[in-house]
């Protein structure tokens, strides 16, 4: 195979896997419809244990709009995709262990900003980093001299180079500037996108985002599929 039929194999994937998204979307309210049909049908089972003569009623309703074949139908779909989720299974854990191996970004969501900033820290302590540079996502967005005058740091209009020792203090003034969004902390080849003080979006390598999915752990956060 060349590069040529490689890269049309890549795009085919693609093809397949965000039709397939689009379709679980679709899935995912059908599975909500046929759950509330349970719910609905348990109610019926229970009103025609209290009154019995609602059991000719309920008969002559199902048979005139064909519940029961509806149902039977509905059911074997619904066995049919549990056994081909199920044959899928080993293929799939496969596929995700070889997808993960290529990622290069994970965002990271904390329940508050004290966990944001003791994750930071530690991922400074981790990779040995000694000092960040603070600059705008995008450039001319942002006045880093303007948000970060009350740190009595040098800084000029796009960015700012701190010592890791003052993490701490930099980030709690960038909490309370409510200007300070979409910035990058940028150290030692990590970069560190800050949204909110709660989510952030790390690009590194894949061996530095598997330590660091421990570490978020430990400060109670979580891996979120969010792009920031």
């Known amino acids: 195979m060349d590069r040529g039929e490689f890269a049309n194999l890549v795009k085919r994937f693609e093809k397949q896997l965000f039709k397939a998204k689009s379709g679980f979307k679709e899935a995912s309210e059908t599975t909500a419809s046929f759950k509330e049909?349970?719910?609905?049908?348990?109610?019926?089972?229970?009103?025609?244990?209290?009154?019995?003569?609602?059991?000719?009623?309920f008969q002559l309703l199902s048979m005139e709009n064909s519940s029961v074949s509806a149902w039977k139908k509905t059911t074997a779909m619904v066995d049919a995709l549990k056994t081909l989720l199920e044959e899928g299974e080993e293929s799939q854990a496969n596929a995700n262990r070889f997808l993960e191996s290529f990622r290069n970004s994970r965002a990271y969501a904390f329940p508050d900003s004290k966990s944001t900033i003791s994750f930071l820290q530690s991922?400074?302590?981790?990779?040995?980093?000694?000092?960040?540079?603070?600059?705008?996502?995008?450039?001319?967005?942002?006045?880093?001299?303007?948000?970060?005058?009350?740190l009595k740091l040098k800084a000029d209009k796009n960015f700012m180079n701190f010592n890791v020792t003052e993490i701490k203090k930099v980030m709690k003034s960038l909490i309370d500037n409510k200007d300070a969004r979409n910035l990058v902390l940028e150290g030692r080849g990590i970069k560190v996108f800050w949204q909110n003080p709660r989510l952030l979006r790390v690009d590194a390598k894949h061996d530095q985002l598997r330590s660091l999915d421990k570490v978020c752990n430990v400060f109670r956060g979580e891996c979120v599929e969010k792009i920031v």
């Open 37 to 57: 049909s349970i719910s609905f049908l348990e109610q019926i089972e229970q009103e025609i244990s209290k009154n019995p003569s609602f059991a000719k009623d």
């Open 123 to 150: 991922l400074a302590d981790i990779f040995s980093i000694s000092k960040f540079e603070l600059k705008p996502q995008f450039i001319g967005t942002v006045d880093m001299a303007v948000i970060t005058k009350d």
